[in-house]
C-alpha cells in the first residue's frame, strides 16, 4: 500500500465527507528533526490525493492535527517537506500521536494510543519484506526460463511463496476482528481457484479449462470487498481491484462487461456513496478508453445512471451535454446494422450503401484538402486496389461542399471506388456515423452490420484478414 506520490491536488473533491459520529480529531505529530515546516495531513480517494490540513511543526519539531468533526475513515498520509510520506489508519479512535526521524521516517516511525497503527506499520514492514523475497523469486524464474529442471523446482518454491503470502494476509484479518485494518487486508487477498476437471471427452481440452477458470475469477473476484463498506473509499485498494477487474481479467467485448457493470452496481444498492463512486468510476473508464466497442458500454452506463436521473451528484448542463454526445453514439454501435446512406454519387448517379453486395464494405468519410486524408486516402487506394477482386468495397464519402476540388481530387488520384456526394447532408451521415472529423473509418460486414470502427487505414488489412480467420461463419 505504500506508493511514490508524484504530486498532491490541492483542490478538495466535490464528493460531501462521509457521514461520522462528530467528535473530532486530535492527531499528534513530533518530527524531532525538522523544525519551522509545514506538513500535510492528506487522504486517498480513487487514485488521487487530496489536502485534508495543514499544520507548521514548531522549533521542537512539534504539532497537532486537529478538527472539531470526525475524519472520513481510510489510509491517511502525513506528507513531510520533500514529499516524503508515511501512511496511517484513521478509524474509529481518531486520537493519538505518531513519531519518527525526518532521516529514516518509517523505520523509525512509532504511534502512541493507537494499537491499530502499530498493527498496520508492522503488518507494511512485514509485507515489504515478503513482496521483497517474491521478487527476487520471480527474477530467478525468469533468469531459468531454458533450463526445465531449474525451472520446475523453482516454479515450486514459487507456488509456496504464493501460498504462505497469501496466509500471512489471512492471518492478519484473522487477528484484527473487521477492524480497519482487516478489511484493507481482506480485500487485497485474491481467491482461490478451485483445481477444476474437465469433462472426460471435451474436445479441446485446455481451452475448456481455460473458460471454466476465467468464469470462476470473474464471479469471485470481487468476494473479498465489501460494496457497502465506505472505509474503502478513502483507500488507494478499491480503484486498483477496479482497474485490474476491468482491464485484466475480463474479455474486452460490450457483452462481457456489460453484464459485470449490473453486477456491481448491485453489489452497492442502497449505499449512496459507493454507489456514486462505482458510477463516476465505471463512467470515467469507459469514456476514456481507446478499445474499440467500448462506446456501447459507456452508451449503457450513460442511460442507466446519468439519463435516467440516478446521478443527482451532476448539473443539468452535464446532463444536457451527455445527451447530445450520447445519440451521435447510439446508432453506431459495434454489432449493430448500419444506418443505409443514399445519396449521389461522381457518377452522377444515386448509389445506396445497402446495394453493395460485397464481403466488406469500407466507410470512408474524408475531404480532400485534409492533411490527415491527404495521407490515408493513397494507403486506402493502394490496399483497395489489391481487395476490390476479393470481397471488399469503399464507400467514400466527402463531408465538404467544395465539388471542384473534391472531383479534382478523384481524377488526379484515380479513386474508382463509390464516391458519394451529399453536401447538403440530406442522409445525415454525420448523425448516424458520428462524423467530427476527418478521415473517420467504419467496417461492415455482408449484412452491413458494423464490425469495426474508427481504425487506420493501416490497419484496416489485419482487422479483415482475422475477422475472416476467427469470425466469419
Given at each position: 500500500?505504500?506508493r511514490i506520490?508524484?504530486?498532491?491536488a490541492l483542490t478538495l473533491?466535490?464528493?460531501s465527507?462521509?457521514?461520522?459520529?462528530k467528535?473530532?480529531?486530535n492527531?499528534g505529530?513530533s518530527?524531532?528533526?525538522?523544525r519551522?515546516?509545514?506538513?500535510y495531513?492528506?487522504?486517498?480517494?480513487?487514485n488521487k490525493q487530496?489536502?485534508k490540513d495543514?499544520?507548521?511543526?514548531?522549533?521542537r519539531?512539534?504539532?497537532?492535527f486537529?478538527?472539531?468533526?470526525a475524519l472520513?475513515q481510510g489510509i491517511?498520509l502525513?506528507v513531510?517537506p520533500?514529499k516524503k510520506?508515511f501512511?496511517?489508519?484513521i478509524?474509529a479512535?481518531?486520537?493519538?500521536?505518531?513519531?519518527?526521524l525526518?532521516?529514516?521516517?518509517?523505520?523509525s516511525?512509532?504511534?502512541?494510543n493507537?494499537?491499530?497503527?502499530?498493527?498496520?506499520?508492522?503488518?507494511q514492514?512485514?509485507?515489504?519484506?515478503?513482496q521483497q523475497?517474491?521478487?527476487?523469486?520471480g527474477r530467478?524464474?525468469?533468469?531459468?526460463?531454458?533450463?526445465s529442471?531449474?525451472?520446475r523446482?523453482l516454479?515450486?518454491e514459487?507456488?509456496?511463496?504464493?501460498?504462505?503470502?497469501?496466509?500471512?494476509?489471512k492471518?492478519v484479518?484473522?487477528?484484527n476482528d473487521?477492524?480497519?485494518?482487516a478489511?484493507?487486508?481482506?480485500?487485497?487477498?485474491?481467491?482461490?481457484?478451485p483445481?477444476?476437471?474437465?469433462?472426460?471427452?471435451s474436445?479441446?481440452?485446455?481451452?475448456?479449462?481455460?473458460?471454466?477458470?476465467y468464469?470462476y475469477?470473474k464471479?469471485?473476484?470481487?468476494?473479498n470487498?465489501?460494496?457497502?463498506?465506505?472505509?474503502?473509499l478513502r483507500?488507494?485498494?478499491l480503484?486498483a481491484?477496479?482497474?485490474a477487474?476491468f482491464?485484466?481479467?475480463?474479455i474486452?467485448?460490450a457483452?462481457?462487461?456489460?453484464g459485470?457493470v449490473?453486477?456491481l452496481?448491485l453489489k452497492?444498492?442502497g449505499?449512496?456513496?459507493m454507489f456514486q463512486f462505482?458510477?463516476v468510476y465505471?463512467?470515467?473508464?469507459?469514456?476514456e478508453?481507446?478499445i474499440m466497442?467500448?462506446d456501447a458500454?459507456?452508451v449503457?452506463i450513460a442511460?442507466?445512471i446519468?439519463l435516467?436521473?440516478?446521478?443527482d451528484?451532476?448539473?443539468k448542463?452535464?446532463i444536457d451535454?451527455l445527451?447530445?454526445q450520447?445519440?451521435l453514439l447510439r446508432?453506431?454501435?459495434i454489432?449493430m446494422?448500419?444506418?443505409?446512406?443514399?445519396m449521389?454519387?461522381?457518377?452522377?448517379?444515386?448509389?445506396?450503401?445497402?446495394d453493395?453486395?460485397?464481403e466488406?464494405t469500407i466507410?470512408?468519410?474524408w475531404?480532400?484538402n485534409?492533411?490527415?486524408?491527404?495521407e490515408a486516402?493513397p494507403k486506402?487506394?493502394n490496399?483497395?486496389?489489391?481487395?476490390k477482386?476479393?470481397?471488399?468495397?469503399?464507400?467514400a464519402?466527402?463531408t465538404t461542399?467544395?465539388?471542384?476540388?473534391?472531383s479534382?481530387?478523384?481524377?488526379?488520384h484515380?479513386?474508382?471506388w463509390?464516391n458519394?456526394?451529399?453536401p447538403?447532408?440530406?442522409?445525415?451521415?454525420?448523425?448516424f456515423?458520428n462524423v467530427?472529423?476527418?478521415p473517420?473509418?467504419?467496417i461492415l460486414?455482408?449484412?452491413?452490420?458494423?464490425?469495426?470502427?474508427?481504425l487506420a487505414v493501416?490497419?484496416?488489412?489485419?482487422?479483415i484478414?482475422?475477422?475472416?480467420k476467427?469470425f466469419r461463419k
Open positions: 500500500m505504500r506520490i508524484f504530486g498532491i473533491i466535490t464528493v465527507s462521509l457521514s461520522q459520529v467528535t473530532g480529531y492527531i505529530i518530527v524531532p528533526d525538522i519551522d515546516s509545514s506538513i495531513l492528506a487522504y486517498h480517494f480513487g487530496y489536502i495543514t499544520i507548521t511543526l514548531d522549533a519539531g512539534h504539532g497537532t486537529s478538527g472539531k468533526e472520513p491517511y502525513v513531510l520533500g510520506y501512511e496511517v489508519l478509524s479512535d481518531q486520537k493519538f500521536a505518531v513519531s519518527c525526518y532521516k529514516d521516517y518509517f523505520n516511525l512509532k504511534f502512541s493507537s494499537p491499530e497503527n502499530t498493527r498496520f506499520l508492522d503488518y514492514k512485514n509485507w515489504s519484506v515478503m523475497k517474491a521478487s527476487d523469486l530467478r524464474v525468469q533468469s531459468n526460463r531454458g533450463n529442471d531449474s525451472l523446482i516454479k515450486e514459487q507456488n509456496i511463496r504464493n501460498q504462505e503470502m497469501k496466509s500471512y494476509l492471518s484479518v484473522s487477528q473487521n477492524n480497519l485494518l478489511v484493507l487486508v481482506k480485500s487485497m487477498i485474491p481467491i482461490d481457484v483445481e477444476f476437471t474437465v469433462p472426460a471427452g474436445h479441446n481440452a485446455d481451452s475448456v479449462k481455460w473458460v471454466m477458470n468464469n475469477n464471479d469471485h473476484f470481487f468476494d470487498i465489501d460494496f457497502k463498506d465506505e472505509r474503502l483507500t488507494p485498494i480503484q481491484r477496479l482497474d477487474f482491464t485484466d481479467v475480463l474486452q467485448s457483452d462481457s462487461i456489460n459485470q449490473d453486477k452496481l452497492c444498492q449505499n449512496y456513496k462505482i458510477s465505471l463512467f470515467n473508464h469507459f469514456r478508453s481507446e466497442g467500448h458500454v459507456l449503457k442511460d442507466e446519468y435516467s436521473g440516478k446521478a451528484w451532476v448539473t448542463q452535464f451535454d445527451r447530445k450520447v445519440e446508432h453506431n454501435l454489432g446494422k448500419a444506418e443505409n446512406l443514399v449521389d454519387s461522381y457518377k452522377g448517379i444515386y448509389v445506396a450503401l445497402y453493395i453486395e460485397k466488406f466507410l470512408y468519410f475531404e480532400p485534409c492533411g490527415h486524408c491527404q486516402t486506402l487506394k490496399y483497395y486496389d489489391k481487395a477482386n476479393e470481397g471488399v468495397e469503399v464507400f464519402i466527402c461542399s467544395d465539388k471542384a476540388a473534391w479534382k481530387y478523384i481524377e488526379e484515380e479513386l474508382t463509390i458519394g456526394w451529399d447538403e447532408r440530406l442522409s445525415h451521415f454525420d448523425y456515423y467530427q472529423s476527418t473517420t473509418i467504419y460486414d455482408r449484412n452491413k452490420k458494423i464490425i469495426a470502427k474508427r493501416e490497419d484496416i488489412p489485419s482487422f484478414e482475422n475477422y475472416r476467427y
